[in-house]
């Protein structure tokens, strides 16, 4: 196996590109596939204040490191969510991150600063522990990206993440998820504006870009993930792109070119009639907005 670019060992191939990329060439591709989302999506430019969601993980590490490469001004935020051993070393890969480049990192602790975890979330709704998560983590970031002056949150997500919100967002022909579901959600009265830099990118690049760059990330999935929809769809998406190379791309970006503007408008009519929490403050579309009900539920 050869690189496309030079020739040299390969380290990875891309089928879907019909490509393989020694260590210095996937970063370059890499490199490439972001600076091409960003643009094509207007995301944001080296004017702006850039938060990163980090979780720990391969991908907003990568995210990260690709970011600051490309010259954006961009900070950390990492979120606790007290899952345990798993959220103790996930913070430890961050802050380590961080600090070996001498990167600015926020951190906010559900548990310390919240008073509850997602697993006494997960317990006291009895409900999916992704559920509350998902929710703490949009809502905080968000807050926090407002409170600190940040321009934009992006988010570590990638194309097999995407392709598989789609599909589920699809299987239930949800409108308002679909009409939401871009790499850019603009900004709104009391949100940031919402980006996904790596929409381009497969998992398996970021992984092989992690260890290319000597990032050290957690390895372990979430223990809560077991079983949830979300794993099924990247397995179902996973067994169709080995079938035919291309194919999740092909859905996620035909769904972009040729899909999303249908359903546009009732993702944007659902923020439009929002109000602020009577609580914290954050738009809601009446009284107490979810986290703060979880939140009470919870601790
Ligand atoms: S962290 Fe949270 Fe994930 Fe764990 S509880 Fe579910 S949503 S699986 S990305
Ligand atoms: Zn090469
Ligand atoms: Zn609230």
Known sequence: MKCRVCRGPAVIDIRRHNAAFCPDHLVAHCEEQVRRAVHEYEMFTTDDRILVAVSGGKDSLALWDLLVRLGYDVDGLYLGLGIGEYSDESGLYTVAFAADRSLKLHQVELGTDFGFTIPAAAAATHRSPCGSCGLSKRHLFNRHAIELGYDVVATGHNLDDEAAVLLGNVL????????????????????????????????????????????????????????????????????????????????????????????????????????????????????????????????
């Not at 009409?179 to 009391?190: K, S």
């Not at 398996?204 to 077991?226: F, K, S, T």
């Not at 009639?273 to 009284?287: D, I, Q, R």
Request: overall charge positive; glycine content about 10%; hydrophobic content about 35%.
């Open 172 to 299: 239930r022909w949800d409108v308002s998820f679909l009409g939401r579901q871009h790499p850019v959600l603009p900004a709104a009265e009391g949100f940031a504006r919402k980006v996904k830099p790596l929409v381009r990118m497969g998992e398996r690049e970021m992984a092989a870009y992690c260890v290319v760059r000597g990032i050290d990330y957690q390895v372990e999935e979430c223990p809560m993930a077991a079983g949830n929809r979300h794993l099924g769809y990247k397995e179902i998406l996973n067994a169709l792109e080995d079938r035919s190379p291309g194919s999740k791309a092909a859905f996620m970006f035909g769904y972009l070119a040729r899909g999303h503007e249908r359903f546009h408008a009732e993702g944007a009519e659902e923020r439009a009639e929002l109000e602020p929490c009577t609580s914290c403050g954050a738009p809601t579309p009446k009284g107490v907005c979810a986290f703060c009900k979880l939140r009470e539920r919870a601790s």
